[in-house]
């Protein structure tokens, strides 16, 4: 079992940057693809950003690319995500998933931690 707690969301003005990060406790993360999401009031649920184990490999949403990254201290067994030029449409719970499924999906999920950017 994998057990993810985001942190760093908070209240920030447009044009702000955050950065998020996703601990996780009961196994190492060093192993697995780890992916962000976000997903706002009466939204689907959008993915955002993946890195591979060793963060070598990394992919982004389009409506992200160029303004967020992803990174990982394997070490920390935490991954992040630094936002930048935040915009009001940004505004959402941002949650971590990893342990990929092989049909799609992840095995494990955080709670999430709320991202407010105010225009």
């Known amino acids: 079992q994998v057990q993810l707690v985001e942190s760093g969301g908070g209240l920030v003005q447009a044009g702000g940057s955050l950065r998020l990060a996703c601990a996780a406790s009961?196994?190492?993360?060093?192993?697995?693809?780890v992916a962000w999401f976000r997903q706002a009031p009466g939204k689907e649920r959008e993915f955002l950003a993946a890195?591979?184990?060793?963060?070598?490999?990394?992919n982004y949403a389009d409506s992200v690319k160029g303004r967020f990254t992803i990174s990982r201290d394997n070490a920390k067994n935490t991954v992040y995500l630094q936002m930048n030029s935040l915009k009001a449409e940004d505004t959402a719970v941002y949650s971590c998933?990893?342990?990929?499924?092989?049909?799609?999906?992840?095995?494990?999920w955080g709670r999430g931690t709320q991202v407010t950017v105010s225009s």
């Open positions: 009961g196994r190492t993360l060093k192993s697995y693809a």
């Open positions: 890195i591979n184990w060793s963060g070598g490999s990394t």
């Open positions: 998933a990893t342990d990929p499924k092989p049909g799609g999906g992840y095995n494990y």
